[in-house]
């Protein structure tokens, strides 16, 4: 983290667009990242997601560049460290607390790198600045809270603390229909049909764990020690996810059981024989 001489100047509240006014001076070449306003949430850290909102403007050329507060756009929702955003957003937000204004100065080496980017009008020696509000802060190892509701014994039981949660697939064949229960009730808004959403997942095969007090995981979110991020009834994730997450509220849990039509069909996958009936423990944790 630096500072430098000469910086944008910036106005407005977090929360809203900023307003970005560049200095005459040249770029010095370095990457900045300025504390703007300090928030009182979590630090973000090395495999915490965050949600966060920016503004962008060129600095040579003074153009505003696409930003999240528009109204048809969404806040950007990325796991820290991993690469997954430009350099400029991923290490401005290490370290920033929920809540918090960054001013950003990214070289072309921590924006968009030395082709640029021509479908944004940004050249390959560009320098562009963001304002990054750090609006919300997911732990590693985030769960949604509340109490758990019970279901009937024809189903599988989930436990879920700061662990794997653990699933029993009861002594019994599986439902031939997706089925999809709400263990937990959550106090968000409903997830709309192509949001990115952040959930912590625990996957299961029905078969080969009936019976079993804990049944072997085929995958888990927790065992990755952070949660995923997905875009939500776009046929980018199994067909059951999409029918049964959209609409669900943000801080539920959510029992799946999904059979072969929406879920992996006939073809076998690591760990999940064809036609598979799966089970899944989901905690919704935020959507934006």
Do not use: C
């Not at 049944?215 to 994730?237: E, K």
């Amino acid at each position: 983290m630096h500072s430098d001489a000469v910086l944008p100047a910036v106005s407005g509240t977090v929360g809203h667009e900023a307003a970005i006014t560049i200095p005459k001076a040249k770029p010095s070449g370095k990457f900045v990242v300025a504390p703007l306003a300090t928030g009182r949430g979590r630090k973000a850290g090395n495999d915490d997601v965050v949600v966060v909102d920016y503004t962008a403007k060129t600095w040579k050329s003074g153009n505003a560049l696409p930003g999240t507060y528009g109204k048809e756009d969404a806040p950007k929702v990325f796991p820290v460290g991993e690469g997954a955003v430009i350099p400029a957003l991923d290490r401005a937000v290490q370290g920033q607390r929920a809540g918090s204004r960054v001013l950003v100065v990214a070289p072309p080496a921590a924006a968009y790198g030395t082709t640029g980017n021509a479908g944004l009008g940004v050249s390959a020696t560009e320098t562009v600045v963001f304002v990054v509000d750090v609006v919300k802060v997911l732990a590693a190892d985030a769960i949604v809270s509340g109490e758990q509701s019970s279901v009937s014994g024809e189903l599988p039981e989930v436990q879920v603390s700061r662990s794997p949660a653990a699933i029993a697939v009861p002594d019994a064949a599986a439902p031939r229909r997706l089925v999809s229960r709400t263990l937990v009730s959550g106090p968000g808004p409903k997830v709309k049909t192509g949001q990115t959403v952040v959930l912590q997942y625990s996957g299961a095969v029905w078969e080969g764990n009936r019976g079993k007090d804990r049944a072997a995981l085929f995958d888990s979110s927790w065992a990755q020690h952070h949660p995923i991020t997905v875009v939500i009834g776009r046929g980018n994730v199994l067909k059951g996810w999409d029918r049964a997450l959209v609409g669900a509220k943000v801080g539920s849990r959510v029992l799946l059981v999904v059979p072969p039509g929406p879920g992996f069909g006939a073809q076998a996958r690591k760990g999940i024989p064809g036609r598979s009936t799966l089970v899944f423990a989901v905690d919704i944790l935020a959507a934006a």
